[in-house]
């Protein structure tokens, strides 16, 4: 019974880790259009945290017609 809880435990953070990385690779992936800019514009600002999309956010109207399609369409899946 024991083995049945830790194997259903385990399989539930496999699936969790692997949904998680997923998102962060589609995130980082719909971004791409946005590196450049990110570079150009918020120089010095560290990943993570949200932190990049931020400054560009704040800079909405310097990015690149790309990366603002980029940031509308993050903005849209989230809801916001």
């Known amino acids: 019974m024991l083995t049945h809880q830790v194997t259903g435990t ?10 998680a990385s997923q998102e962060s690779k ?9 590196k450049a800019d990110a570079a150009r514009i918020c120089p010095g600002i560290e ?6 999309i931020q400054c560009l956010k704040q800079h909405k109207d310097d990015v690149t017609i790309g990366c603002a399609k980029e940031l ?3 903005k849209a899946k989230m809801g916001k």
């Open 47 to 52: 990943p993570g945290g949200g932190k990049i």
């Open 10 to 19: 385990l399989l539930a953070v496999l699936l969790f880790t692997i949904s």
């Open 26 to 34: 589609a995130q980082a992936g719909a971004l791409a259009a946005c």
């Open 72 to 74: 509308k369409s993050i």
